[in-house]
C-alpha cells in the first residue's frame, strides 16, 4: 500500500494578544496563578469580524506561501477539526473550500474536541493510502473566545484563537508510521458545551444558565490528559515497530505545559525533545498541534529522516497519536 504523508503546512494566529496582565483587569485572577498553574502569558483573540473559517483561509494562504506548487483545484477533500464551527451548518470546511477555490473538494468538518486535527490526519492518510483521494487538506481552526465565559476565571484564562492546515498526499519515503485513535465517551461531562444542540436548544433558559459557554472539570480533564498523552506516544511507537529511543520530537497538543511536563516524565522524554509555545497561545485546541509543528519546523527542530509523534486529547474524552517520518 502507498504511504500517506504531511507534504505541506501553514499556520496562523489572528494579531490580537491578550496577556495575563489584561486578564486580571477582567476576571479575579493573577499573572503569577496562571502562568504557575498552566504556563500561559498570553493568548490570541480573533477581531469581531473574524471566525473559524477566517482564520483557515488565513493558515492555507501560509500553506500556499510556503509551498508555492500548491494547487487548491487539485484537491479532492477538505476535513476541518473544529470545535467552534462558524455555524453548526454548513460545514466549516465547506465554507473554506468555496474561499480557496478547491473547485473539485469535497468538505467535512470533523468533531473530536481538541483531537482534531489527529483523528483529520488519520482519515486522510487512510484516504490516500487507499487510493480514493490524491489530495487532502487538513485544517484545525478554532476561535474559542466565542465560546469561553469570559466571567468564569477557571476557564477563560486557558483558552484562545488559532488555526493550521496541512496537506496529506502520497510520499516517497517517511510519511505516516502509525495512528492511536480513541474514545470514553463515560467522561463527556467533564468538557462541554451544553446548549445549542438538540439536547437542551437555545431558549431564554440556557441563555440565563450561562449554557452556551465552555464547561470544564479542570482537575478530571488533568488527571486523564496526563497518561492519555503517555499512553498514546507509546502505542504510536510500538504500533510501528518502534520504541522511545528513536523519538526525535513530540508534538503535543497544548494546553497547559504541566500536563506536557508531567506526560514527559513518565515517558522519559527530556523537554527539549517535546515542543512547548502554551505560554504564547494558550489552548487553540484542534489548532494546537499545527500551530506548535509550523515553529517546530521553522527553528529546525525537525529535519528530513527525524520521528515525531502528533498527540491529542480532549473533549469526548478523545485522544489520538500519529507517528510520522518527515521527510522534507
Ligand atoms: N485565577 C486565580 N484563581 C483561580 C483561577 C484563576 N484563573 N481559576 C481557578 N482558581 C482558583 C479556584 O477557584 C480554586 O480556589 P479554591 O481552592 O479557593 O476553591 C483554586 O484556584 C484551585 O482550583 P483548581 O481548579 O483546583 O486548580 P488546579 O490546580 O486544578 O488548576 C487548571 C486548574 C489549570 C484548570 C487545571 O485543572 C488544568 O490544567 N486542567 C486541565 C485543563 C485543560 O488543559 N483542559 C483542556 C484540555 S483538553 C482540551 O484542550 C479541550
Not at 504556563?39 to 477581531?47: D, L, M
Not at 473574524?50 to 494562504?61: C, G, H, P, T
Not at 482519515?123 to 481552526?141: E, I, K
Not at 465517551?185 to 438538540?198: E, H, I, Q
Amino acid at each position: 500500500m502507498r504511504r500517506a504523508g504531511i507534504a505541506a503546512l501553514g499556520a496562523y494566529a489572528p494579531a490580537h494578544i491578550l496577556s495575563n496582565a489584561a486578564l486580571e483587569r477582567l476576571v479575579d485572577t493573577t499573572d503569577q496563578w496562571i502562568t504557575s498553574r498552566t504556563g500561559i502569558k498570553e493568548r490570541r483573540i480573533a477581531a469581531s469580524d473574524e471566525a473559524s473559517s477566517d482564520l483557515a483561509v488565513q493558515a492555507v494562504r501560509d500553506l500556499a506561501r510556503r509551498f508555492p506548487q500548491f494547487d487548491p483545484g487539485a484537491l479532492d477533500l477538505i476535513l476541518c477539526a473544529t470545535a467552534t464551527p462558524d455555524t453548526l451548518f454548513p460545514a466549516t470546511a465547506s465554507l473554506v473550500q468555496h474561499r480557496v477555490s478547491a473547485t473539485r473538494a469535497a468538505a467535512c468538518d470533523i468533531g473530536a474536541g481538541c483531537t482534531g486535527f489527529v483523528y483529520a490526519l488519520a482519515l486522510a492518510s487512510g484516504m490516500v493510502q487507499a487510493g480514493s483521494a490524491q489530495q487532502v487538506l487538513v485544517l484545525g481552526a478554532e476561535t474559542l473566545s466565542r465560546i469561553v465565559d469570559w466571567q468564569d476565571r477557571a476557564t477563560c484564562v486557558l483558552f484562545g484563537d488559532g488555526a493550521g492546515a496541512a496537506l496529506v498526499a502520497p510520499v516517497e519515503r517517511g510519511g505516516f508510521l502509525s495512528f492511536v485513535l480513541g474514545s470514553d465517551g463515560s467522561g463527556a461531562s467533564d468538557l462541554c458545551l451544553p446548549a445549542g444542540g438538540s439536547r437542551q436548544p437555545a431558549s431564554p433558559h440556557t441563555l440565563q444558565e450561562r449554557l452556551h459557554y465552555l464547561r470544564m472539570n479542570g482537575r478530571e480533564v488533568f488527571k486523564f490528559a496526563v497518561p492519555a498523552l503517555e499512553q498514546s506516544t507509546r502505542q504510536a511507537l510500538s504500533h510501528a515497530g518502534l520504541a522511545l529511543p528513536d523519538l526525535d520530537l513530540l508534538v503535543p497538543h497544548q494546553a497547559n505545559v504541566r500536563i506536557l511536563q508531567a506526560a514527559a516524565d513518565r515517558l522519559g522524554l527530556p523537554m527539549e525533545r517535546v515542543v512547548v509555545n502554551v505560554e504564547r497561545y494558550g489552548n487553540t485546541s484542534s489548532a494546537s498541534i499545527p500551530l506548535a509543528l509550523v515553529e517546530a519546523l521553522d527553528q529546525g527542530r525537525l529535519k528530513s529522516g527525524q520521528r515525531a509523534v502528533l498527540a491529542g486529547f480532549g473533549a469526548g474524552l478523545t485522544w489520538g497519536a500519529a507517528l510520522v517520518e518527515w521527510s522534507w
